[in-house]
Protein backbone atom coordinates (compact mmCIF):
# COMPACT_ATOMS: atom_id res chain seq x y z
CA UNK A 1 0.00 0.00 0.00
CA UNK A 2 1.19 3.52 -0.90
CA UNK A 3 2.30 5.96 2.10
CA UNK A 4 0.38 8.45 2.55
CA UNK A 5 0.49 11.87 0.60
CA UNK A 6 2.56 14.85 1.28
CA UNK A 7 0.24 17.89 1.20
CA UNK A 8 0.74 21.74 1.79
CA UNK A 9 -1.90 24.60 2.33
CA UNK A 10 -2.13 26.24 -0.63
CA UNK A 11 -2.84 25.35 -4.24
CA UNK A 12 -4.44 26.99 -7.85
CA UNK A 13 -7.88 25.32 -8.11
CA UNK A 14 -10.61 25.59 -10.74
CA UNK A 15 -11.24 28.95 -11.53
CA UNK A 16 -14.22 30.55 -9.92
CA UNK A 17 -17.39 30.74 -11.34
CA UNK A 18 -18.82 34.15 -12.77
CA UNK A 19 -20.98 35.49 -9.68
CA UNK A 20 -25.06 34.97 -10.80
CA UNK A 21 -27.07 38.34 -10.02
CA UNK A 22 -29.36 38.09 -7.02
CA UNK A 23 -32.18 37.27 -9.12
CA UNK A 24 -30.70 34.35 -10.68
CA UNK A 25 -28.97 33.17 -7.40
CA UNK A 26 -32.73 33.71 -5.91
CA UNK A 27 -33.99 31.52 -8.92
CA UNK A 28 -31.01 28.80 -8.57
CA UNK A 29 -31.78 28.89 -4.63
CA UNK A 30 -35.47 28.39 -5.14
CA UNK A 31 -34.98 25.50 -7.51
CA UNK A 32 -32.79 23.20 -5.30
CA UNK A 33 -35.01 23.81 -2.16
CA UNK A 34 -38.53 23.34 -4.24
CA UNK A 35 -36.57 20.02 -5.81
CA UNK A 36 -35.80 18.72 -2.34
CA UNK A 37 -39.16 19.22 -0.93
CA UNK A 38 -40.97 17.54 -3.78
CA UNK A 39 -38.20 14.74 -2.89
CA UNK A 40 -39.30 14.57 0.73
CA UNK A 41 -42.75 14.38 -0.28
CA UNK A 42 -42.55 11.87 -2.68
CA UNK A 43 -40.91 9.59 -0.34
CA UNK A 44 -43.30 10.28 2.92
CA UNK A 45 -46.72 10.47 0.82
CA UNK A 46 -46.13 7.41 -0.55
CA UNK A 47 -46.93 5.16 2.32
CA UNK A 48 -49.56 5.29 5.09
CA UNK A 49 -49.25 6.88 8.48
CA UNK A 50 -48.63 3.65 10.05
CA UNK A 51 -45.55 2.92 7.99
CA UNK A 52 -44.89 6.74 8.56
CA UNK A 53 -44.18 6.38 12.44
CA UNK A 54 -42.90 2.48 12.01
CA UNK A 55 -39.22 1.91 12.69
CA UNK A 56 -38.22 -0.34 9.15
CA UNK A 57 -34.84 -0.93 11.20
CA UNK A 58 -33.17 0.24 14.28
CA UNK A 59 -30.38 1.47 12.16
CA UNK A 60 -32.71 4.56 10.47
CA UNK A 61 -35.29 6.68 12.15
CA UNK A 62 -38.85 6.56 11.51
CA UNK A 63 -39.83 8.38 8.07
CA UNK A 64 -42.04 11.06 10.10
CA UNK A 65 -38.98 12.04 12.34
CA UNK A 66 -36.69 12.96 9.55
CA UNK A 67 -39.75 14.60 7.64
CA UNK A 68 -40.06 17.11 10.84
CA UNK A 69 -36.36 17.53 11.40
CA UNK A 70 -35.87 18.81 7.77
CA UNK A 71 -38.31 21.19 8.94
CA UNK A 72 -36.30 21.66 12.06
CA UNK A 73 -33.23 22.29 10.80
CA UNK A 74 -34.99 24.60 7.91
CA UNK A 75 -36.36 26.89 10.66
CA UNK A 76 -33.05 26.97 12.90
CA UNK A 77 -31.01 28.45 10.06
CA UNK A 78 -33.52 29.87 7.36
CA UNK A 79 -36.05 31.40 9.92
CA UNK A 80 -34.56 32.43 13.16
CA UNK A 81 -30.76 33.12 11.83
CA UNK A 82 -31.11 34.27 8.70
CA UNK A 83 -34.42 35.89 9.11
CA UNK A 84 -34.37 36.79 12.29
CA UNK A 85 -37.93 35.87 12.63
CA UNK A 86 -39.59 34.71 15.85
CA UNK A 87 -39.29 30.67 15.87
CA UNK A 88 -42.43 28.58 14.51
CA UNK A 89 -41.91 25.80 17.51
CA UNK A 90 -38.94 26.36 19.69
CA UNK A 91 -40.72 24.05 21.82
CA UNK A 92 -39.31 20.63 19.63
CA UNK A 93 -35.77 21.59 19.15
CA UNK A 94 -34.52 18.68 21.29
CA UNK A 95 -36.77 16.48 19.78
CA UNK A 96 -35.01 16.82 16.58
CA UNK A 97 -31.69 17.23 17.18
CA UNK A 98 -29.78 14.81 15.68
CA UNK A 99 -27.19 14.07 18.27
CA UNK A 100 -29.66 14.30 21.25
CA UNK A 101 -31.29 10.82 21.01
CA UNK A 102 -30.00 7.53 18.70
CA UNK A 103 -32.12 6.37 16.17
CA UNK A 104 -33.30 3.39 17.70
CA UNK A 105 -34.30 5.79 20.55
CA UNK A 106 -36.51 7.93 18.26
CA UNK A 107 -39.44 5.70 18.16
CA UNK A 108 -40.36 6.45 21.98
CA UNK A 109 -40.20 10.72 21.72
CA UNK A 110 -43.28 12.28 21.30
CA UNK A 111 -43.04 13.33 18.14
CA UNK A 112 -45.18 15.18 15.78
CA UNK A 113 -47.71 13.11 14.12
CA UNK A 114 -47.61 12.76 10.26
CA UNK A 115 -50.33 15.37 9.91
CA UNK A 116 -48.31 17.83 12.40
CA UNK A 117 -45.45 17.33 11.02
CA UNK A 118 -46.45 17.74 7.39
CA UNK A 119 -47.71 21.26 8.53
CA UNK A 120 -44.93 22.45 10.51
CA UNK A 121 -42.72 21.24 7.44
CA UNK A 122 -45.19 23.56 5.00
CA UNK A 123 -45.06 26.51 7.57
CA UNK A 124 -41.51 27.01 7.59
CA UNK A 125 -41.58 26.57 4.07
CA UNK A 126 -43.70 29.34 3.67
CA UNK A 127 -41.82 31.62 5.94
CA UNK A 128 -38.69 30.73 3.99
CA UNK A 129 -39.90 32.12 1.00
CA UNK A 130 -40.59 35.16 2.13
CA UNK A 131 -36.85 35.34 3.70
CA UNK A 132 -35.46 34.31 0.84
CA UNK A 133 -37.26 36.62 -1.61
CA UNK A 134 -36.16 39.75 1.03
CA UNK A 135 -32.36 38.17 1.78
CA UNK A 136 -29.50 39.91 -0.26
CA UNK A 137 -27.66 36.82 -0.47
CA UNK A 138 -24.61 39.22 1.04
CA UNK A 139 -23.24 40.22 4.12
CA UNK A 140 -22.47 37.62 6.78
CA UNK A 141 -20.27 34.41 5.56
CA UNK A 142 -23.20 32.17 6.47
CA UNK A 143 -25.55 34.18 4.00
CA UNK A 144 -23.26 35.12 1.58
CA UNK A 145 -23.86 33.49 -1.87
CA UNK A 146 -26.85 32.11 -0.46
CA UNK A 147 -24.97 29.45 1.42
CA UNK A 148 -27.45 29.08 4.26
CA UNK A 149 -30.29 28.11 1.99
CA UNK A 150 -27.53 26.06 -0.15
CA UNK A 151 -26.73 23.99 3.37
CA UNK A 152 -30.54 23.22 4.40
CA UNK A 153 -31.19 22.17 0.20
CA UNK A 154 -28.79 19.87 0.15
CA UNK A 155 -29.51 18.59 4.78
CA UNK A 156 -32.81 18.33 2.66
CA UNK A 157 -31.42 15.94 0.46
CA UNK A 158 -29.18 14.12 2.36
CA UNK A 159 -32.13 13.18 4.35
CA UNK A 160 -33.95 12.32 1.63
CA UNK A 161 -31.34 9.76 0.91
CA UNK A 162 -31.68 8.49 4.40
CA UNK A 163 -35.36 8.33 3.79
CA UNK A 164 -34.58 6.37 0.59
CA UNK A 165 -32.81 3.95 2.25
CA UNK A 166 -35.61 3.35 4.91
CA UNK A 167 -37.69 2.21 2.04
CA UNK A 168 -34.98 -0.50 1.23
CA UNK A 169 -35.52 -1.65 4.20
CA UNK A 170 -39.23 -1.68 4.82
CA UNK A 171 -40.97 -4.90 3.95
CA UNK A 172 -43.55 -5.09 1.93
CA UNK A 173 -44.64 -4.11 -1.64
CA UNK A 174 -43.03 -1.73 -3.93
CA UNK A 175 -44.12 1.57 -3.32
CA UNK A 176 -41.73 3.90 -5.12
CA UNK A 177 -41.42 3.75 -8.82
CA UNK A 178 -38.74 4.96 -11.12
CA UNK A 179 -37.37 4.16 -15.33
CA UNK A 180 -35.35 1.17 -15.13
CA UNK A 181 -31.35 2.58 -14.82
CA UNK A 182 -29.41 2.55 -18.69
CA UNK A 183 -27.61 -0.50 -19.93
CA UNK A 184 -24.26 0.46 -20.82
CA UNK A 185 -23.95 2.10 -24.01
CA UNK A 186 -20.04 0.55 -25.11
CA UNK A 187 -17.59 -1.77 -23.06
CA UNK A 188 -15.35 -0.48 -20.70
CA UNK A 189 -12.12 -0.92 -21.54
CA UNK A 190 -9.04 -1.18 -20.75
CA UNK A 191 -9.72 -2.52 -16.94
CA UNK A 192 -7.39 -0.63 -15.17
CA UNK A 193 -5.89 2.77 -16.16
CA UNK A 194 -2.37 4.27 -14.51
CA UNK A 195 -2.89 7.36 -13.37
CA UNK A 196 0.90 9.30 -13.35
CA UNK A 197 2.08 10.45 -9.54
CA UNK A 198 2.30 14.41 -9.09
CA UNK A 199 0.49 17.54 -7.43
CA UNK A 200 -3.06 18.18 -7.34
CA UNK A 201 -5.25 20.61 -5.97
CA UNK A 202 -7.72 18.58 -3.26
CA UNK A 203 -10.63 20.15 -1.98
CA UNK A 204 -11.58 24.15 -2.77
CA UNK A 205 -11.45 27.57 -1.66
CA UNK A 206 -13.78 28.84 -4.41
CA UNK A 207 -17.11 26.39 -4.42
CA UNK A 208 -19.33 28.96 -2.61
CA UNK A 209 -21.98 25.70 -1.49
CA UNK A 210 -19.46 23.01 -0.38
CA UNK A 211 -19.48 22.21 2.99
CA UNK A 212 -16.62 22.89 5.63
CA UNK A 213 -14.83 19.77 5.28
CA UNK A 214 -14.35 19.94 1.67
CA UNK A 215 -12.11 23.34 2.70
CA UNK A 216 -9.87 24.82 1.99
CA UNK A 217 -8.20 23.99 -1.28
CA UNK A 218 -4.28 22.22 -0.42
CA UNK A 219 -1.81 20.31 -2.47
CA UNK A 220 -1.62 16.65 -2.52
CA UNK A 221 1.24 15.32 -4.10
CA UNK A 222 0.01 11.18 -5.34
CA UNK A 223 2.49 8.87 -5.88
CA UNK A 224 1.80 6.93 -9.35
CA UNK A 225 -1.63 4.39 -8.89
CA UNK A 226 -3.57 2.35 -11.39
CA UNK A 227 -7.30 2.57 -11.05
CA UNK A 228 -10.48 0.25 -11.92
CA UNK A 229 -11.91 1.98 -14.95
CA UNK A 230 -15.16 1.17 -13.24
CA UNK A 231 -16.95 -0.19 -10.01
CA UNK A 232 -16.71 -3.58 -9.06
CA UNK A 233 -19.77 -5.08 -10.28
CA UNK A 234 -22.46 -7.60 -9.46
CA UNK A 235 -20.83 -10.49 -11.58
CA UNK A 236 -17.12 -10.26 -10.70
CA UNK A 237 -18.11 -9.77 -7.08
CA UNK A 238 -20.09 -13.24 -7.38
CA UNK A 239 -16.59 -14.71 -8.43
CA UNK A 240 -15.06 -13.53 -5.12
CA UNK A 241 -18.25 -15.44 -3.30
CA UNK A 242 -17.49 -18.43 -5.87
CA UNK A 243 -13.88 -18.44 -4.66
CA UNK A 244 -15.14 -18.62 -1.56
CA UNK A 245 -14.35 -14.60 -0.20
CA UNK A 246 -16.21 -15.59 2.72
CA UNK A 247 -15.01 -18.35 4.23
CA UNK A 248 -11.33 -17.48 3.62
CA UNK A 249 -9.95 -16.07 6.61
CA UNK A 250 -6.18 -14.30 4.91
CA UNK A 251 -8.48 -12.17 2.36
CA UNK A 252 -10.35 -9.93 5.72
CA UNK A 253 -8.56 -7.79 8.07
CA UNK A 254 -8.58 -8.75 11.97
CA UNK A 255 -11.38 -6.24 12.09
CA UNK A 256 -13.38 -7.36 9.32
CA UNK A 257 -12.94 -10.98 9.66
CA UNK A 258 -14.12 -11.00 13.58
CA UNK A 259 -16.98 -8.89 12.08
CA UNK A 260 -17.85 -11.26 8.99
CA UNK A 261 -18.16 -13.76 11.35
CA UNK A 262 -20.65 -11.80 14.06
CA UNK A 263 -22.91 -10.38 11.43
CA UNK A 264 -22.86 -13.97 9.71
CA UNK A 265 -21.98 -12.37 6.33
CA UNK A 266 -21.87 -14.08 3.37
CA UNK A 267 -22.97 -11.97 0.52
CA UNK A 268 -24.18 -8.19 -0.10
CA UNK A 269 -27.02 -7.26 1.94
CA UNK A 270 -30.42 -7.98 -0.14
CA UNK A 271 -29.10 -10.73 -2.20
CA UNK A 272 -30.96 -14.10 -2.05
CA UNK A 273 -30.37 -17.24 -3.82
CA UNK A 274 -32.46 -19.92 -5.08
CA UNK A 275 -32.24 -23.68 -5.11
CA UNK A 276 -30.48 -23.90 -8.66
CA UNK A 277 -28.02 -21.64 -7.03
CA UNK A 278 -28.64 -18.29 -8.73
CA UNK A 279 -28.66 -15.25 -7.39
CA UNK A 280 -31.44 -12.44 -6.81
CA UNK A 281 -31.42 -9.18 -5.19
CA UNK A 282 -34.23 -7.53 -3.70
CA UNK A 283 -34.41 -3.74 -4.16
CA UNK A 284 -37.51 -1.66 -3.16
CA UNK A 285 -39.57 -4.40 -2.74
CA UNK A 286 -38.78 -6.25 -5.58
CA UNK A 287 -36.91 -9.25 -6.30
CA UNK A 288 -35.35 -9.74 -9.59
CA UNK A 289 -32.08 -11.82 -11.07
CA UNK A 290 -29.05 -10.05 -10.34
CA UNK A 291 -28.03 -7.80 -12.63
CA UNK A 292 -24.29 -8.89 -13.66
CA UNK A 293 -23.37 -5.72 -15.17
CA UNK A 294 -24.45 -3.15 -12.51
CA UNK A 295 -22.23 -2.17 -9.56
CA UNK A 296 -22.16 -4.32 -7.21
CA UNK A 297 -24.00 -1.77 -3.73
CA UNK A 298 -25.04 -2.35 -0.10
CA UNK A 299 -21.49 -3.91 0.84
CA UNK A 300 -19.57 -2.85 3.98
CA UNK A 301 -15.85 -1.63 3.87
CA UNK A 302 -14.84 -4.84 5.57
CA UNK A 303 -16.14 -6.74 2.52
CA UNK A 304 -14.62 -4.03 -0.22
CA UNK A 305 -11.60 -4.61 1.28
CA UNK A 306 -11.74 -8.39 1.62
CA UNK A 307 -12.40 -8.41 -2.51
CA UNK A 308 -9.30 -6.04 -3.20
CA UNK A 309 -7.03 -8.16 -1.54
CA UNK A 310 -8.90 -11.17 -3.43
CA UNK A 311 -8.33 -9.40 -6.42
CA UNK A 312 -4.84 -8.60 -5.61
CA UNK A 313 -5.35 -4.97 -5.13
CA UNK A 314 -6.56 -2.30 -2.58
CA UNK A 315 -9.31 0.44 -2.34
CA UNK A 316 -7.71 3.76 -3.08
CA UNK A 317 -6.98 6.46 -0.45
CA UNK A 318 -9.35 9.15 -0.80
CA UNK A 319 -6.75 11.58 -2.37
CA UNK A 320 -6.21 9.00 -5.14
CA UNK A 321 -9.93 8.89 -5.60
CA UNK A 322 -10.06 13.05 -6.10
CA UNK A 323 -7.36 13.14 -8.59
CA UNK A 324 -8.87 10.80 -10.33
CA UNK A 325 -12.47 12.91 -10.75
CA UNK A 326 -10.69 15.98 -10.83
CA UNK A 327 -7.36 16.05 -12.12
CA UNK A 328 -7.19 17.16 -15.82
CA UNK A 329 -3.16 16.82 -16.90
CA UNK A 330 -4.00 19.19 -20.24
CA UNK A 331 -4.89 22.33 -18.04
CA UNK A 332 -3.51 21.39 -14.86
CA UNK A 333 -5.81 22.15 -12.64
CA UNK A 334 -8.50 20.27 -10.53
CA UNK A 335 -12.04 20.33 -11.97
CA UNK A 336 -15.75 20.12 -10.39
CA UNK A 337 -16.24 16.93 -11.66
CA UNK A 338 -14.53 14.60 -13.81
CA UNK A 339 -16.30 15.46 -17.14
CA UNK A 340 -15.49 19.21 -16.57
CA UNK A 341 -17.50 22.37 -14.35
CA UNK A 342 -20.77 21.99 -16.34
CA UNK A 343 -23.72 20.51 -13.67
CA UNK A 344 -24.53 17.54 -14.09
CA UNK A 345 -26.99 16.14 -16.62
CA UNK A 346 -29.01 13.30 -16.91
CA UNK A 347 -25.85 11.71 -19.50
CA UNK A 348 -23.10 12.47 -17.10
CA UNK A 349 -24.08 10.51 -14.13
CA UNK A 350 -26.84 8.34 -12.36
CA UNK A 351 -28.12 11.01 -10.00
CA UNK A 352 -30.96 12.61 -8.29
CA UNK A 353 -33.61 8.89 -7.88
CA UNK A 354 -34.15 9.32 -11.31
CA UNK A 355 -33.24 5.30 -11.22
CA UNK A 356 -33.86 2.98 -8.49
CA UNK A 357 -30.66 1.02 -8.60
CA UNK A 358 -26.99 1.58 -10.19
CA UNK A 359 -26.31 1.54 -14.11
CA UNK A 360 -24.37 -0.56 -15.59
CA UNK A 361 -21.19 -0.06 -15.94
CA UNK A 362 -20.17 1.97 -18.98
CA UNK A 363 -23.69 3.72 -19.70
CA UNK A 364 -22.09 7.14 -19.01
CA UNK A 365 -19.28 7.83 -21.52
CA UNK A 366 -20.01 11.74 -21.06
CA UNK A 367 -19.25 11.82 -17.29
CA UNK A 368 -15.36 10.10 -18.06
CA UNK A 369 -12.41 11.92 -16.26
CA UNK A 370 -9.62 13.16 -18.60
CA UNK A 371 -7.80 9.95 -16.88
CA UNK A 372 -10.11 7.23 -18.46
CA UNK A 373 -12.01 6.44 -15.82
CA UNK A 374 -16.06 5.63 -15.52
CA UNK A 375 -18.75 6.95 -13.25
CA UNK A 376 -16.76 8.45 -10.44
CA UNK A 377 -20.30 9.96 -10.08
CA UNK A 378 -23.19 9.17 -9.06
CA UNK A 379 -24.34 4.83 -9.20
CA UNK A 380 -22.89 3.98 -6.00
CA UNK A 381 -20.96 5.66 -3.04
CA UNK A 382 -17.10 4.15 -3.09
CA UNK A 383 -15.60 3.46 -0.29
CA UNK A 384 -11.95 4.77 0.30
CA UNK A 385 -9.06 3.24 2.46
CA UNK A 386 -8.97 6.87 4.38
CA UNK A 387 -10.32 7.90 7.85
CA UNK A 388 -12.07 10.87 7.84
CA UNK A 389 -10.21 13.66 8.91
CA UNK A 390 -10.20 17.40 8.29
CA UNK A 391 -7.69 19.02 6.05
CA UNK A 392 -5.29 21.24 6.74
CA UNK A 393 -6.10 24.54 7.40
CA UNK A 394 -9.79 23.16 8.58
CA UNK A 395 -12.26 25.51 9.84
CA UNK A 396 -16.05 24.47 11.16
CA UNK A 397 -18.52 26.19 9.73
CA UNK A 398 -21.24 26.65 10.16
CA UNK A 399 -21.74 24.87 13.23
CA UNK A 400 -18.87 21.65 14.86
CA UNK A 401 -21.65 18.98 14.70
CA UNK A 402 -21.49 19.10 10.27
CA UNK A 403 -17.95 17.34 10.53
CA UNK A 404 -15.72 18.97 13.21
CA UNK A 405 -17.21 16.44 16.04
CA UNK A 406 -17.16 13.41 13.52
CA UNK A 407 -12.96 13.86 13.10
CA UNK A 408 -10.93 10.86 14.11
CA UNK A 409 -14.00 8.75 15.37
CA UNK A 410 -14.00 5.25 13.23
CA UNK A 411 -15.39 6.50 10.35
CA UNK A 412 -14.21 5.47 6.67
CA UNK A 413 -14.52 8.68 4.04
CA UNK A 414 -17.36 7.54 0.90
CA UNK A 415 -16.91 9.40 -2.28
CA UNK A 416 -18.74 10.01 -5.86
CA UNK A 417 -22.53 9.83 -4.70
CA UNK A 418 -25.17 7.48 -5.19
CA UNK A 419 -28.19 7.01 -7.20
CA UNK A 420 -29.79 8.04 -4.46
CA UNK A 421 -27.43 11.27 -4.37
CA UNK A 422 -29.25 14.76 -5.68
CA UNK A 423 -26.88 17.02 -7.66
CA UNK A 424 -26.86 19.58 -5.01
CA UNK A 425 -25.21 17.35 -2.81
CA UNK A 426 -22.68 15.87 -5.05
CA UNK A 427 -19.93 17.05 -6.43
CA UNK A 428 -15.75 16.11 -7.16
CA UNK A 429 -14.69 17.62 -3.78
CA UNK A 430 -18.09 16.16 -1.73
CA UNK A 431 -16.90 13.62 0.95
CA UNK A 432 -19.31 11.05 2.97
CA UNK A 433 -18.39 8.81 5.51
CA UNK A 434 -19.48 6.15 8.27
CA UNK A 435 -18.73 3.46 9.86
CA UNK A 436 -16.79 0.63 8.14
CA UNK A 437 -19.45 -2.16 9.06
CA UNK A 438 -22.53 -0.21 7.50
CA UNK A 439 -23.81 -2.19 4.39
CA UNK A 440 -27.77 -0.18 4.60
CA UNK A 441 -25.90 2.83 3.09
CA UNK A 442 -25.82 2.38 -1.57
CA UNK A 443 -22.54 2.18 -0.79
CA UNK A 444 -20.03 -0.12 -3.55
CA UNK A 445 -16.09 0.59 -4.78
CA UNK A 446 -13.69 0.20 -7.45
CA UNK A 447 -9.73 -0.62 -6.82
CA UNK A 448 -6.66 0.38 -7.03
CA UNK A 449 -2.82 -0.84 -6.67
CA UNK A 450 0.35 0.59 -6.54
CA UNK A 451 2.57 1.27 -9.62
CA UNK A 452 6.04 2.28 -9.35
CA UNK A 453 7.02 5.61 -10.39
CA UNK A 454 9.25 4.15 -13.47
CA UNK A 455 6.01 2.04 -14.87
Excluded at 10 to 35: G, Y
Excluded at 130 to 152: K, T
Excluded at 316 to 340: F, I, L, N, Q, V
Amino acid sequence: MTAGPSTRPTAPETPTPETPTPEALRAQLATVLARARARSAALTDCVDESELIAQHSPLMSPLVWDLAHIGNQEELWLVRDVGGREPVRRDIDEIYDAFKHARADRPALPLLNPEEARGYVAEVRDKVWDILDRSPLAGRPVERDGFAFAMIAQHEQQHDETMLATHQLRSGPAVLRAVPAPDPVRAVTPDEVVIPGGEFTMGTSTDPWALDNERPAHTVNVATFALDVAPVTNGQYREFIADGGYERAELWSERGWAHRQSAGLAAPQFWERDGAGDWWRRSFGTLAPLNPNQPVVHVCYFEAQAYARWAGKRLPTESEWEKAARWDPATRRSRRYPWGDEEPGSGHANLGQRHLEPAGVGAYPRGRSPHGVDQLIGDVWEWTSSDFLPYPGFAAFPYREYSEVFHGGDYKVLRGGSFGTDPVACRGTFRNWDHPLRRQIFAGFRCARDVPESA
